[in-house]
C-alpha cells in the first residue's frame, strides 16, 4: 500500500499541512520551524513516500513541469542548444521541477500538447521568427508562461540571451588595445538577430577607436578561402593584422589556413573567435570570447519561475542578457608591456588549455 501524507505526518508528529507544504516546497513551507521541516523530509524519506505529480496537476490543475520547446531541425550536435538544454535540466532538477521536450514543427499540437498535461511554464529554443511568434500568440491566449531563449523578446514574452554586441565590443577593443588596428570581421549570414549584434559591436569598436570601417574586411565564410588567398601576398598596412571570428569554429579553420600557408599565428596575424567551445586545443590556442550558454538554459528558468537573477541586464526591448568576458590565450599579440600591465591590474591571461567551465568551476571551488 502506498504512503500517504497522513502516515508522513502521523511519523513526524505534525499535522498534513505543514507536511504538504514541505514537501512540495510551497512558500508557506518557510514560516514552519527548521526542525519541524527536517522531521517531515526524515520521515519521508523513512516512508519512502513519493508525490504523485500526476495526481497533484490533475487536482490543482498545476503541473510541476516545464515543457521545452527545441528547434525541430537540430542534429544533436549544437554546441549552444546542448549546452542551453543541460542548463534547463540542472536548474529544473534543484527547483524540484520536471521537463517535458518538444519540438516547434508543429507549434500548434505542441501548445495542445502541454495544455493537455496541466503544463502552465514553456521555454523555447526555436530559432525560427515565424514559429518563435506563433508559439507566443497561443501561450498568451491560453495563459501560459513563456521564456525565449536567445535571440530576442517576442509578444511580450523576454527572452534570455548572451550579450552579443557587448561580447565582441569587448574583443575588439582589446585587440585595438595591443596595438591591432587592421582588423577583419569573419561572419555567417546576418539572417538572425545574434549576428546582427556582433557585427553591430565589432563596428561599433572600431568607431568608438576612431578606426575607419572597412567593408573589404569584412568576409562571410563561404568566401574565406578566397579572402584569406587574396590577403596572403600582401604585406604591410594592406594586410589585416588580425582576424576576428564571430564563431570560435571559424577562428580554428581560419588559423590552419594561415599555418598551412607559412604564416605565424599571432606573430604575424592575431586570430581571435567567439563562444569558447573550442579552439583551445589547437596549435596555437585561440582567444575567445566566453559564451556561457548553459547559463542561459538557468537562468531562463529562473526567470519562468520568479527566482530572477538580478545580475542580469534588460534592455528597453525587455530581452536580460548575460555579460561576457575575453579569454586571452596564445593566437592574439600582446605586447610585452602591456602584459605586465595586465598582469599588475590582476587581468587575466587564462591557461592555454582552459575552457569557460573549467575557469568558472575553479572559481566556485574559491569561493
Known amino acids: 500500500m502506498s504512503v500517504t501524507l497522513k502516515d508522513v505526518a502521523r511519523l513526524a508528529q505534525t499535522d498534513i499541512t505543514s507536511v504538504s507544504v514541505t514537501l512540495r516546497n510551497t512558500p508557506q513551507a518557510a514560516g514552519l520551524k527548521e526542525s519541524t521541516r527536517n522531521r517531515i523530509i ?3 524519506r523513512y516512508l519512502g513516500y513519493t508525490r504523485n505529480a500526476f495526481a497533484a496537476a490533475m487536482r490543482t490543475g498545476k503541473n510541476p513541469t516545464v515543457g521545452v520547446i527545441l528547434n525541430s531541425k ?5 554546441i549552444f542548444e546542448n549546452q542551453a538544454l543541460f542548463g534547463i535540466l540542472h536548474e529544473a532538477a534543484l527547483l524540484s521541477y520536471g521537463i517535458s521536450v518538444y519540438t516547434d514543427e508543429d ?3 505542441t501548445i495542445q500538447s502541454i495544455i493537455g498535461h496541466q503544463i502552465r511554464n514553456v521555454v523555447s529554443i526555436s530559432f525560427s521568427a ?3 511568434e506563433e508559439a507566443a500568440g497561443l501561450c498568451r491566449q491560453h495563459g501560459l508562461n513563456l521564456v525565449f531563449v536567445t535571440e530576442t523578446s517576442q509578444g511580450g514574452f523576454p527572452a534570455v540571451d548572451i550579450d552579443n554586441f557587448g561580447g565582441v565590443y569587448k574583443a575588439i577593443t582589446s585587440l585595438i588595445r595591443f596595438g591591432h588596428r587592421r582588423i577583419a570581421y569573419l561572419t555567417s549570414l546576418f539572417t538572425m538577430h545574434f549576428s546582427r549584434e556582433r557585427f553591430r559591436g565589432y ?3 572600431l568607431a568608438d577607436a576612431g578606426i575607419e570601417f572597412n567593408p ?3 568576409v562571410q565564410g563561404e568566401d574565406l578561402d578566397r579572402f584569406l588567398s587574396g590577403i596572403l601576398p600582401l604585406r604591410g598596412n594592406r594586410r589585416p593584422d588580425a582576424i576576428f571570428a564571430m564563431e570560435d569554429n571559424l577562428a580554428v579553420f581560419t588559423e590552419s589556413l594561415l599555418l598551412k600557408a607559412g604564416l605565424r599565428v599571432p606573430e604575424d596575424i592575431s586570430v581571435m573567435g567567439f563562444g569558447n567551445y573550442a579552439g583551445y586545443n589547437v596549435v596555437v590556442p585561440i582567444s575567445t570570447v566566453t559564451a556561457p550558454f548553459n ?4 537562468n531562463a528558468m529562473r526567470l519562468l519561475l520568479g527566482k530572477r537573477n538580478t545580475a542580469l541586464k534588460k534592455t528597453a526591448a525587455g530581452d536580460y542578457l548575460l555579460p561576457m568576458e575575453v579569454l586571452h590565450r596564445s593566437s592574439v599579440r600582446i605586447p610585452e608591456k602591456i602584459r605586465a600591465e595586465m598582469r599588475s591590474a590582476g587581468e587575466k591571461i587564462c591557461n592555454i588549455f582552459q575552457t569557460w567551465d573549467e575557469l568558472t568551476h575553479k572559481n566556485e571551488r574559491k569561493a
Open 74 to 78: 537540430a542534429t544533436g550536435d549544437n
Open 203 to 205: 563596428k561599433q569598436a
Open 295 to 298: 547559463e542561459l538554459g538557468k
Open 107 to 109: 507549434i500548434k499540437g
Open 216 to 218: 573589404d574586411w569584412v
Open 42 to 44: 526524515e520521515a519521508a
Open 130 to 132: 515565424p514559429k518563435r
